[in-house]
């Protein structure tokens, strides 16, 4: 295998040991360390939101703030529409994130409604950390009776609208008339391909790269990376309104333990086609023949659960490649803590969470080289990017060269210190307080 890369500035068939929990991703206290507030770096307008560290102030102060200001401009009432729910079995990282910010918004005093589809074994209405959650309609009918409902009136009133768009958009800029902000997590472009058939995955492309852009391209847009941000104004939004606010990490994934003895890697996501699993292990499979005890414990559901079973068959990994499924909390921070690194081959990405929360626990990245990993990932500092023809060399490097990874590991962990969820809730916050305090997010 050639080492090719750029620097930049079981349940099923295999591993049969299943734990049963409440999702991968797990839940969460929102306890964080809260000494880091958002600082804007802005040129000419809005560009990005960074994390600096802040002794003498406090995320969760300057997110009260905002809270109370809003409440002065009359927003006391948000409305946040999204296509999927921390509850559902298919959530994810932008699940976890609505979550993480609504938690502490309502915390701070404003009456917050999540407004999703519906998701098997929940009911239609629920409180959860402070705020209420609306789970009416299917995967694609949510989007016009989410709009009916607003229209309508049926949810109540709002003063301020939040839009979480994942591929296919409500059209808020067309019928909401209060202040509003777009939060946009990643562009799917390729991923289209991956996720639905022929005509309807073209559909996709042209109603994200076509339709929404004219109509959202002045809208106060919040997304988590500057990849992400660069693809936006590429699609034509306005670059003076697009804001970059990090992701946070949770603090309590923190390094404590002993690791395994033998080199090991976890991988954590939902097994969809974007995520790439199946380069996954074949990368692992070629690391083998210099890494010949190497294992793979992959952590997550989905629907290529049993594709990527038989597939790790093929390979021979019954003794080395464990289907862990869905895990709770505890042992997920376990898993990280255990492993010697972590890795992702997705597609395509807006963030890679499981890599900054693997940061935490000290656990440097492998990952392939794409937009949403290089803001997870600084590349030859707290992890390594590659592209999919060398993943498998960066493994063998990472596992084989122990100075590396610690050096990579200590960087990580320092570096996610800074990322926290109350300096994201706050960052996100702050976008929706400019828009409120300008009348409109279109102004």
Known sequence: MRRRRRRRGHSTAVGHRTRMAFGWWGSRSGRTSARIVP????????????????????????????ADDLR??????????????????????????????????????????HRTSAAAGQPATADRNGYRVVRRGSRYSVFPRTIASELTRRMGRYDALVEVMNGVPFFSPVWCR??????????????????????????GRALEARVAPPIYRRSLTATPSDGTRE???????????????PNGTDQRFSPEG??????????VARLAPVKRFGLLLDAAAAAREQVPNLTLTIVGDGPERSALAE??????????????????HDALVDAYRRSWIVASASLAEGWGLSLTEAAGCRTPAVAT??????????????????????????????????????RLGDAAERRVRAMTWDATSAGVLSVLHRAAVTSNGDS
């Open 39 to 66: 600082t804007a770096r802005v040129s000419n307008g809005v560009s990005s939101v960074l994390m600096s560290a802040a002794p003498h102030d406090d995320a969760l102060e300057r997110l009260q703030r905002d």
């Open 369 to 406: 080289d794409i937009r949403g990993h290089r803001s997870s990932v600084v590349d030859g500092e707290t992890g390594l990017l590659a592209s999919p023809d060398d993943f498998g060399d960066a493994i063998v490097q990472a596992l084989t060269d122990h100075d590396l990874r610690a």
């Open 258 to 267: 002993e690791r395994t003895l033998h080199p090991s890697i976890v991988a």
């Open 311 to 328: 597939k790790a068959e093929r390979l021979g990994g019954r003794d080395w490649v464990e289907f862990a499924g869905r895990i709770d």
């Open 72 to 113: 002065a401009h009359g927003v006391r009432r948000l409305h946040v529409l999204a296509w999927r729910d921390l509850d559902d079995p298919d959530a994810g990282g932008s699940e976890v994130h609505a979550d993480e910010c609504e938690r502490r918004w309502a915390a701070a005093g404003l009456d917050i409604v």
């Open 231 to 245: 693809e936006l104004i590429e699609l034509g939004f306005d670059p003076e309104r697009i804001v970059a606010v």
């Open 178 to 203: 209060q202040p509003r902000i777009l939060f946009l997590h990643h562009v799917h472009g390729p991923m289209w391909d991956q996720i639905l058939p022929g005509s309807l995955a073209a559909f």
